[in-house]
C-alpha cells in the first residue's frame, strides 16, 4: 500500500490526522496510545467504548473488531494486532494532569497488578499535562471543546479486571519490542492520538497513513 503519511509523536504530546474511508491507519510503539475518532463530516458523532463494547459482548477487542461510534455506525475495523504480550484496553479514560494531582493526594486510586507503587508523589514528578490535554490540543482547530474529547481506546494499555470485585489494575505489561495495530478507516475520520506520559515512563509513537 503506498504511504500517504508518517509521522514521530513525542512522548505525552498528541496529533490529530484526517482518514478516508477505505485507507488505513497504523500506530506503532511500545508504550501507551490514547486514541481518539470523530465522523469528519459530522463531528458530533465521535467514538464510543461502550457501543464499542456492548455490540460485540466483550471488553478486549482485536483483530476483526469494530471501533463504534455513539450512533453504533463503524468508524475503524482493526485489521492487524502485534501485541502478543497483553490485551489494549477499553475500560479506563485518560490521565491529566488534574488526575495526577488526584491520584498522589490520595483522592484517587490507582493500582498495579504487580504490586508496584509507580504513582508519583513530590509535585515536580507529576506531569504538568497529559493525554486529556493532548487530545483537547489536537483537535481544537476543528473546535472541538476538551470536554467534547471522548473516553479513549487505550491502545499497548494492558489491564487486569478483576471477575469478582471489579478493581481494575494497572499492569506494566508493554510490547517487548516496537509492536503495531492497523485499523482500516470505515468512514471519513478525524483521528487523535496522545503518546502517553505513563508518569514519565512513555516513549515516542509513529503513525503512519497508508492509500488502499
Given at each position: 500500500?503506498?504511504?500517504?503519511?508518517?509521522?514521530?509523536?513525542?512522548?505525552?504530546?498528541?496529533?490529530?490526522?484526517v482518514v478516508r474511508?477505505?485507507?488505513?491507519?497504523?500506530?506503532?510503539?511500545?508504550?501507551?496510545?490514547?486514541?481518539?475518532?470523530f465522523?469528519?463530516?459530522?463531528?458530533?458523532?465521535?467514538?464510543?467504548?461502550?457501543?464499542?463494547?456492548t455490540?460485540?459482548?466483550?471488553?478486549?477487542i482485536?483483530?476483526?473488531?469494530?471501533?463504534?461510534?455513539?450512533?453504533?455506525?463503524?468508524?475503524?475495523?482493526?485489521?492487524?494486532?502485534?501485541?502478543?504480550?497483553?490485551?489494549?484496553?477499553?475500560?479506563?479514560?485518560?490521565?491529566?494532569?488534574?488526575?495526577?494531582?488526584?491520584v498522589?493526594?490520595?483522592?484517587?486510586?490507582?493500582?498495579?497488578?504487580?504490586?508496584?507503587?509507580?504513582?508519583?508523589?513530590?509535585?515536580?514528578?507529576?506531569?504538568d499535562?497529559g493525554?486529556?490535554?493532548?487530545?483537547?490540543?489536537?483537535?481544537?482547530?476543528?473546535?472541538?471543546?476538551?470536554?467534547?474529547?471522548?473516553?479513549?481506546?487505550?491502545?499497548f494499555?494492558?489491564?487486569?479486571?478483576?471477575?469478582?470485585?471489579?478493581?481494575?489494575?494497572d499492569t506494566?505489561?508493554?510490547?517487548?519490542?516496537?509492536?503495531?495495530?492497523?485499523?482500516?478507516?470505515?468512514?471519513?475520520c478525524?483521528?487523535?492520538?496522545s503518546?502517553?506520559?505513563?508518569?514519565?515512563?512513555?516513549?515516542?509513537?509513529?503513525?503512519?497513513?497508508y492509500?488502499?
Amino acid at each position: 500500500m503506498p504511504l500517504l503519511q508518517s509521522e514521530v509523536v513525542p512522548k505525552n504530546a498528541g496529533r490529530a490526522y484526517v482518514v478516508r474511508k477505505g485507507q488505513q491507519l497504523q500506530i506503532s510503539g511500545q508504550s501507551i496510545v490514547d486514541f481518539v475518532a470523530f465522523n469528519l463530516d459530522d463531528l458530533n458523532e465521535r467514538f464510543d467504548q461502550a457501543r464499542t463494547k456492548t455490540n460485540q459482548a466483550k471488553i478486549f477487542i482485536s483483530v476483526g473488531d469494530i471501533l463504534f461510534s455513539k450512533r453504533n455506525n463503524p468508524m475503524l475495523t482493526i485489521v492487524e494486532d502485534t501485541f502478543t504480550e497483553g490485551r489494549h484496553d477499553l475500560q479506563k479514560g485518560m490521565c491529566s494532569r488534574r488526575r495526577f494531582e488526584m491520584v498522589a493526594t490520595g483522592k484517587a486510586r490507582r493500582v498495579f497488578a504487580e504490586g508496584v507503587d509507580m504513582n508519583p508523589k513530590k509535585p515536580e514528578a507529576i506531569p504538568d499535562h497529559g493525554c486529556w490535554e493532548n487530545l483537547s490540543d489536537a483537535v481544537k482547530p476543528w473546535s472541538i471543546s476538551p470536554d467534547d474529547v471522548p473516553s479513549p481506546f487505550n491502545i499497548f494499555q494492558c489491564m487486569r479486571i478483576d471477575p469478582e470485585t471489579g478493581i481494575m489494575y494497572d499492569t506494566l505489561i508493554r510490547p517487548k519490542e516496537e509492536a503495531h495495530v492497523g485499523f482500516r478507516v470505515e468512514m471519513a475520520c478525524l483521528v487523535a492520538v496522545s503518546a502517553c506520559p505513563e508518569s514519565g515512563r512513555g516513549q515516542s509513537i509513529r503513525i503512519e497513513i497508508y492509500e488502499p
